[in-house]
């Protein structure tokens, strides 16, 4: 999605800075049947959480985060540290092209603001925009209705596909089901823990006469995270059977092996992340889960700080293809105030310094960030 990327990857870094509690709103009764992946993050949980000061350290020791942030504040009116509440991402898994998903964000908008920066954005990338409606609602588009925007009602903002944004307004119109009314995607819902602050479900087609291989076997799964005193992740992977799960389990349980045994693992500052990782069955379920206290995620970020510095003067990680460039911008993401530091401390070399992201404005030496 060319044009809801930015605001989705603004979404999920921001999503913790909102600042006041909203009206209880269930954006899944909005989500079509149809779709069998989806991700979400309840704000207001998170806001209340450990997380909240991290995630918002976390942007504020990027200026290219900071930028994209004010930028929207400035063009869409929308303040990710007030107007934010709830971020769902979902996607049909028979999915006819990548992207082919969508986004429905929850919250309070300026609706002329926001549709107004959107055409901006098609205009730039993809031409001269256009209005349609559908459902009784109007919808902006490029020319070729890639990419999508609407708003089911003032709090509630879908954009995406056509395949998408058509499914919610269907829904939000009475014309279509909603994802609950699927058994088998409500199935996996109701295992969601109640305190999730961040989750996701998938539910996997049949797997096509004749495949073989593990992969095939999986039928679906839940994984969410919850904080309290610290972190914990879980995955659970519904598959054909107990020794199906029991098989996964093995492979999973040597794979962690071999990659606490590796002295990557160690470079990269994840060997604690490693060690309290766990995996067990239950029936035909496979579960991964991951516990970390506040003090141990702290410890963790830090040393993967100082292992991608290291990494990234590596001659291991050859440069081409973007990846020099996805190492500096993921460096930048991660720098403390000041500038990125060495591991003692001290400034990194220039050469560290993380170039703009694709699509920030270019900055001379010595100019200030936008």
Partial sequence: ??????????????????????????PLTLVPADTRLLAAIDVARVRTSPLHARLLALRDR????????????????????????????????????PDDLGVLLVGRFDERRVIDWYKGRIRK??????????GGRVVVHDQEERELLAFVSPR????????????VLDVAAGKGPAVRTRPE???????????????????????AAGADGLAT???????????????????????????????????LTRGLTQLRQSPLAGRLGVGTLLEQTAVATESNTCHLRVALTLEQLDATVRAVERGLRELQRSPLVPAG???????????????????????DGRPAPASAEAPPAPGAPARSAGAPAR
């Avoid at 993809?126 to 409606?133: I, N, Q, V």
């Avoid at 293809?321 to 591991?343: S, T």
């Fill in 217 to 251: 076997k999986v039928s679906g799964g839940v994984a969410a995270v919850d904080g309290g005193s610290g972190v914990r992740a879980t995955v659970q992977l519904d598959t054909a059977g107990a020794p199906v799960a029991t098989e996964l389990a093995e492979l």
């Fill in 125 to 134: 990338d993809l031409g001269e925009p256009r209005e349609s409606s559908y």
């Fill in 321 to 343: 293809r973007g990846g020099a460039a996805d190492q500096a911008a993921l460096l930048e993401l991660l720098k403390g105030p000041g500038g990125a530091g060495g591991r």
């Fill in 1 to 26: 999605m060319t044009l809801a990327r930015p605001l989705i990857a603004l979404s999920l870094v921001g999503l913790a800075a909102c600042g006041r509690t909203a009206p209880a709103v269930d």
């Fill in 185 to 207: 995607m409500n199935g996996l819902l109701l295992r969601v823990p109640a305190a999730a602050l961040a989750w996701a479900v998938v539910s996997l087609p049949p797997a």
């Fill in 62 to 97: 990027s200026d290219y985060l900071r930028w994209r942030w004010e930028d929207l504040a400035r063009s869409a009116g929308v303040d990710l540290a007030r107007d934010l509440d709830h971020v769902v991402l979902a996607a049909p898994v028979e999915a006819t092209r």
């Fill in 156 to 167: 509630v903002l879908v954009g995406g596909s056509k395949r998408w944004v058509h499914g």
